[in-house]
């Protein structure tokens, strides 16, 4: 199983430059649409990706490619491996400063799920995960606890949320 060492270097690379860059934005001037679908999308959206896909492409361009913020192309699926990108995911926060979004990353290799990635500017928090390897945050291996029962457990969540999905999300 391969273990992406390359690419995942490309990608703290290419994240870090990323981050720098929303930054400077944040504070020269973000600028905000409005998407058909009535979602926002801002000029830190379209840099990142941008940056993304450009260091991506330089060592990868036989790759595909499918982001919120780039035009679709049907040939992605004839690829074997597939990059997928939500430059600013939680773009309503980060549109308010909150420090509750990142840029996640994925890339799937033959039809399986590979390497996942996602980084926080705000915190510089980096959560990447590689098929067959354990998941850490900035380079350390996560640490899971089993818990019994809810008295251990909690669920955190930034928006209004009804009872009935907290009801699913305990039974699942």
Sequence with gaps: MPDYRQERSIIRQALLLASDRLHRIMYEGLTVQVKPDGSPVTNADLEVNRIVQEALFAVYPDDGWLSEESPDDAIR???NRVWILD???GTKPFIKSLPQFAI???????????IGII?????????????GKPATVNDRPI?????????FSFLVNPGPI???????????
């Design 77 to 79: 699926l004839q690829k």
């Design 104 to 114: 996640s990353l994925a890339l799937i290799d033959h039809g399986q799920a590979s």
């Design 119 to 131: 980084f926080n500017p705000a915190t510089r928090e980096y959560f990447s995960a590689v098929r």
């Design 87 to 89: 430059p600013i995911d």
């Design 143 to 151: 640490q899971v606890r089993q818990t019994t029962g809810d008295r």
């Design 162 to 172: 009804d009872r009935a999905t907290i009801r699913t999300w305990r039974e699942t």
